[in-house]
């Protein structure tokens, strides 16, 4: 158990539609990172938040969205959704910035199990 | 730019017989690389890391890694595979803010 939730498990939903994916890092860490995993684009960095400010971008589309809360969970907002979003997301945490030589800059993350998003 | 390759998608082994799953980096600095594993229905855990002390890298589960400048790679290894060991690897070099993923190896361990 890496001590990251993420919630729902598995979603299926409608082209169109939206979805909220939501994410508890593990206790005490202040990143959290989402990854889309599919079969055609691998895992791919959507983006990163450290202590609720957006940190780093990766190749999120403008329908995708998210935040960091005050309590440090994450939310991923999917919009208009499409037949290609379909793909497991993940979250993951890490107590410092990654690749920053900080200290505390383990280069480690930790993932959650992922949630299953089929849009039909 | 940074970016990784994965040079095999899919490796096959034997039980008992040894691991190898090939990595090549390209980085304009010196970089920190991770091999993490993802077991079928699982997150990504880490396996190893390197970041610039000793170029050959111990993990966990018997794995180990070697940092080799002059060819830009960063191998995985194992002596002897077990069963428990299919599963999907990445490899993965650091850049600030974020980790970049290379596309994956899936190891398939035949008793």
């Known amino acids: 158990d890496s001590g990251v939730t993420q919630t729902p498990k598995h979603l299926i939903t409608a082209t169109g539609q939206r979805v909220t994916l939501r994410c508890s890092p593990r206790s005490g860490d202040l990143s959290v990172y989402w990854y889309q995993q599919s079969l055609d684009q691998g895992l791919q960095f959507l983006i990163q938040?450290?202590?609720?400010?957006?940190?780093a971008k990766g190749n999120i589309l403008e329908r995708f969205s998210a935040q960091q809360f005050p309590d440090l969970h994450s939310e991923l907002n999917l919009s208009s959704l499409e037949l290609g979003d379909s793909a497991l997301y993940f979250c993951a945490s890490s107590s410092s910035l990654l690749g920053t030589g900080g200290l505390g800059d383990t280069g480690e993350l930790f993932f959650g199990e992922g949630s299953r998003l089929t849009v039909l | 730019a940074q970016s990784v390759t994965q040079l095999d998608s899919h490796v096959s082994v034997s039980e008992g017989t040894p691991v190898l799953l090939r990595c090549n980096y390209s980085s304009s600095y010196s970089p920190s690389l991770f091999w993490y594993v993802q077991h079928p229905n699982k997150g990504l855990q880490l396996l190893l890391k390197?970041?610039?002390?000793?170029?050959l890298v111990k993990g966990i589960n018997g794995f180990e890694a070697e940092f080799k400048k002059s060819e830009t790679s960063f191998h995985l290894t194992k002596p002897s595979a077990h069963m428990s060991d299919a599963a999907e690897y990445f490899c993965v070099v650091s850049l600030i803010g974020k980790l970049i993923f290379g596309q994956g190896t899936e190891l398939s361990v035949k008793p």
């Open positions: 938040y450290y202590n609720g400010e957006e940190r």
């Open positions: 390197y970041t610039s002390a000793a170029t």
